[in-house]
């Protein structure tokens, strides 16, 4: 192990260039306790976070945080749905009433509950640094704000462009409607992308993941929380890019013979392509448009 490794550098760690590892099993609660005391220890202090407005220090007196991660069914007798908050600056607590930065809708935290592994507890108050779960958290999405004054709009979590496609087929029509469902809270989670061909009558969407084994826990998730058996036909594509231009430019956009014309879960003009080759060209035809490995916020 020794000749393994290397001697941690706290400095280093806080850049991003090594990472420690340890060693353990949950399982049998071996070096579990080892490692969160090693964890408290090392993790750095709050920073400041990058918004439209600059570095915000933790310091900042007025209330702000940070929607990182959503996960649904964590309770499956409940279907809850919990958004994990990070708090920014200044000080939280149960009940008081924040908006949404993007939405501009008004809320109030009233269910706020710290989560490890089984266990929850509700939570008081909470400080920059800590993270809060908010239970039912309505229209809430991955990237987003709540302030409790001005609005302020902190930098977006990186997504990675989807690079295995396939679509996913339902023959029972009387699950639609819980499929429907499952695949909007599973997107908003952030784990797949969900893509819609605007042209087909039956409306079968095309699943985008980073790796194949997405797909496994997506099928798995539909039978156990939902029990909607899916099939999964894999695609060609291997690239998908947001198609941005005047409306005119986009009216008359035709990609290569190969990609296909999707919509996005939010209405905005996808292509699917299936490999470099047919993106370059595309875009050598269409010099007036961009093609984004991302979605625009």
Not at 75 to 104: S, Y
Not at 178 to 193: P, S, T, V, Y
Request: proline share 8%.
């Amino acid at each position: 192990m020794q000749l393994a490794g290397e001697e941690f550098d706290k400095e280093a760690f806080y850049r991003g260039e090594i990472t420690p590892v340890f060693f353990g099993s949950a399982l049998t609660n071996f070096g579990v306790q080892l490692f969160l005391d090693q964890f408290i220890d090392m993790v750095p202090s709050p920073p400041a976070r990058n918004s439209d407005k600059g570095l915000i220090p933790p310091e900042t007196p007025s209330f702000s945080g940070f929607v990182f991660k959503i996960q649904a069914d964590m309770n499956p007798r409940h279907r809850d749905r919990v958004a994990f908050l990070r708090i920014c600056t200044g000080r939280f607590e149960r009940g008081m009433k924040v908006h949404c930065a993007r939405t501009g809708e008004v809320g109030r935290l009233t269910y706020p509950q710290r989560l490890f592994a089984q266990e929850r507890e509700t939570v008081d108050e909470a400080f920059p640094g800590d993270v809060v779960g908010l239970v039912n958290s309505g229209e809430l999405v991955l990237g987003d704000t709540l302030v409790e004054g001005e609005d302020v709009h902190y930098d977006p979590i990186p997504l990675f462009p989807p690079e295995h496609f396939c679509r996913v087929i339902v023959d029972d029509p009387s699950r639609r409607k819980q499929f429907n469902k499952a695949l909007d809270l599973l997107q908003r989670e952030g784990a797949i992308q969900i893509f819609w061909p605007p042209e087909e009558s039956t409306r079968m969407p095309i699943m985008g993941a980073v790796g194949q084994l997405q797909f496994e826990v997506v099928a798995h998730r539909l039978k156990t929380d939902y029990g909607v058996e899916a099939r999964f036909e894999p695609m060609s594509f291997r690239l998908a890019r947001w198609v941005v231009g005047t409306p005119e430019d986009l009216e008359t956009f035709e990609p290569s013979r190969l990609a296909l014309k999707v919509a996005d879960g939010n209405n905005r003009l996808v292509c699917l392509f299936p490999s470099e080759w047919d993106l370059d060209y595309t875009a050598e035809r269409n010099p007036k448009l961009q093609f984004l490995s991302v979605s625009p916020r």
